[in-house]
């Protein structure tokens, strides 16, 4: 038997606090709670005292009474359900204290996005297990949820069957109910949480894109959708840009006039700050650049930027509030595709049509990564399609981690793609991209 202490959240005052415990060799612990450190020895030597007492004269140790141990122990609270621990549905964040989700998420300035993820977990998890308690949360009552979630997770709604969660919204939702219990355990409400598995993640599954032909095909549709009034011009010129830079929702709905440089024909990407004081940054330090306005952007972002009035205000704004940015243009895009009878696209799937058009046209790997703001050559095996062999041995050849360079590679195909500078032969994909 020892004395030992720990740094654990009080709950009641919110600090980090010192937490003193009797432990046993055996594995047996005997909480004193949050006390000062004589307080803590003296329990020690009443409690060792009984102890030798009842070995040596056959007493039974005492437990009650002043000053004995089980009158100075903290009374042991029950262990709340997930219901209780995380707060009903009218509250959006968990009620235990100073919650570290929401300190990090305002220092991040990502608050909303994250909140609807975890407001969304919240919902599926107290739907399913809000009755258990935390103490009843083990791996086997885990993986009962994921497989609940991949069968059945999403309700009918309509007549229609229920359809599952794909693997990551499950990864996510087990993430979200491991820091809970995590927490739990911090706040001294749970003595050790169990590691809950997290279910595997299919990257090789199979992601839609445009071929120059059907790129070609959807550009001539939003002219005609937007000649018979079915289009707006804001959503029109996203989704022609996008065809052309293939850039991340974000970089391109966040963008201002005066990210626009005229006079050499480029669009800045960079920080900016958005209508409710949030900070809007690039997802990567290597996201901070520019990339170009071909003659068919250049001139379609002129036509905008004086329909608009010369404003410096947003390239997207919102029809109902110009004040704000557009959030999103996927709606417009993927009844686009239906209409012209190519695959429907979400607007991050044109990442990867821009990149299988750049590549194909005779994109290096360094010209690759510097438009699409990539930090490693391997992203870019990840994004171009359909011509695989050629760019796959590129990519390889130009990995850190390859061990050899194929000896049929030529240098004008690997000039630029591992230090990612201008050569001879490096070509400048900025000429390539279509209006």
């Known amino acids: 038997m020892y004395l030992a ?10 600090k980090v606090e ?7 060799h055996k594995g047996e612990a005997m909480a004193l709670g949050f006390i000062t450190k004589q307080e803590a020895e003296d329990l020690f030597a009443i409690e060792k ?24 122990r903290p009374v042991a609270t029950p262990v709340p359900t997930l219901l209780e621990w995380w707060g009903d549905t009218c509250s959006p964040w968990p009620t235990w204290p100073d919650c570290k989700m929401l300190q990090w998420l305002q220092a991040a300035g990502r608050k909303h996005k994250a909140l609807r993820a975890w407001d969304d977990s919240r919902r599926v998890i107290l739907r399913r297990l809000g009755h258990l308690r935390l103490d009843q949360v083990t791996v086997e009552v885990g993986d009962a949820f994921v497989v609940w979630m991949k069968s059945e997770g999403i309700a009918a709604q309509r007549g229609r069957p229920a359809r599952g969660y794909s693997d990551r919204s499950c990864q996510l939702r087990i993430d979200h109910l491991q820091g809970s219990l995590d927490a739990a355990v911090e706040y001294g409400v749970l003595e050790r949480a169990p590691k809950l598995h997290r279910p595997a993640v299919n990257d090789q599954r199979e992601v839609p894109f445009h071929t120059p032909e059907q790129a070609l095909a959807l550009a001539d549709e939003l002219k005609r959708r937007r000649q018979a009034g079915y289009l707006d011009h804001v959503s029109l010129l996203a989704i022609l840009a996008n065809q052309t830079w293939g850039l991340r929702s974000g970089e391109l709905l966040t963008r201002r006039w005066t990210d626009v440089d005229w006079n050499s024909a480029e669009l800045r990407i960079g920080d900016v700050e958005l209508p409710d004081g949030r900070w809007w940054r690039p997802k990567t330090e290597r996201g901070r650049r520019t990339v170009p ?3 068919p952007l250049l001139a379609l972002f002129r036509e905008e930027y004086f329909r608009q009035g010369r404003p410096d205000g947003w390239i997207f704004p919102q029809i109902e509030d110009p004040s704000k940015p557009r959030t999103e243009f996927r709606k417009a895009l993927r009844s686009a595709c239906k209409a012209a009878r190519v695959p429907e696209l979400h607007p991050h799937a044109q990442r990867h049509s821009a990149a299988t058009t750049h590549a194909g046209t005779g994109a290096t790997i360094g010209d690759l990564m510097k438009h699409f703001g990539w930090k490693t050559p391997e992203m870019a095996g990840r994004y171009v399609h359909g011509i695989d062999a050629r760019v796959r041995s590129i990519v390889e050849a130009s990995s850190p981690l390859s061990t050899h360079q194929p000896s049929h590679t030529s240098p004008e195909s690997l000039d630029g793609a591992e230090t990612g500078e201008t050569g001879d032969h490096r070509r400048n994909v900025t000429k390539r991209g279509s209006g």
């Open 5 to 14: 202490h720990q740094q654990r959240k009080n709950p009641l005052s919110g």
């Open 18 to 24: 010192t937490y003193w415990l009797i432990r046993e």
């Open 49 to 72: 005292g009984a102890r030798t007492r009842a070995r040596l004269l056959g007493e039974a140790p005492p437990r009650t009474g002043p000053g004995s141990l089980a009158a100075r």
């Open 293 to 295: 306005l071909t003659s």
